[in-house]
Nanobody
Framework: QEYFLESGGGLVQPGGSRRLSCTSS????????MAWYRQYPGKERELLAH???????NYTDPVKGRFSISKDNAQNTVYLQMNNLNSEDTSRYYC????????????WGQGTLVTFSY
C-alpha cells in the first residue's frame, strides 16, 4: 500500500488554476511537515513548498506568490493550490515528507500529472 496518494492533475490553460490533493492512510499529516514536489522528465524531483505540523507554509522561489500549500487535518489531506499557471508548470507533482534533498526520500506515490494546454 502506497504511503501517499496524489490527485487533481489534468489539463491547464495559460493563467489557469488547479488544486492538487494528497492523502495518506499511513501518515498523519498533523504530526509532521509535509511537502509538494515536482519532477520533469529526466530531472530530479524539486521541492516546491512545505507546511509544518503547526500549519506554517514555506515556498521555493519558482512558485512563491503563485502556489499555496494548505492542510486539512480532519481529512488528513494536504493541498497545493496552483494559480497563474504557465508552460513551465507542466510536470508530475508529488507529495511526501519534507526534505531539502528529495533524492533521499522514499515511499513516493504515483504523483499526479499537470499538463499545459495551449
Amino acid at each position: 500500500q502506497e504511503y501517499f496518494l496524489e490527485s487533481g492533475g489534468g489539463l491547464v490553460q495559460p493563467g489557469g488554476s488547479r488544486r492538487l490533493s494528497c492523502t495518506s492512510s499511513r501518515v498523519i499529516f498533523s504530526r509532521t511537515t509535509m511537502a509538494w514536489y515536482r519532477q520533469y522528465p529526466g530531472k530530479e524531483r524539486e521541492l516546491l513548498a512545505h507546511i509544518t505540523a503547526e500549519d506554517r507554509p514555506n515556498y521555493t522561489d519558482p512558485v512563491k506568490g503563485r502556489f499555496s500549500i494548505s492542510k486539512d487535518n480532519a481529512q488528513n489531506t494536504v493541498y497545493l493550490q496552483m494559480n497563474n499557471l504557465n508552460s513551465e508548470d507542466t510536470s508530475r507533482y508529488y507529495c511526501n515528507y519534507y526534505g531539502v534533498l528529495p533524492r533521499y526520500l522514499s515511499n513516493w506515490g504515483q504523483g499526479t500529472l499537470v499538463t499545459f494546454s495551449y
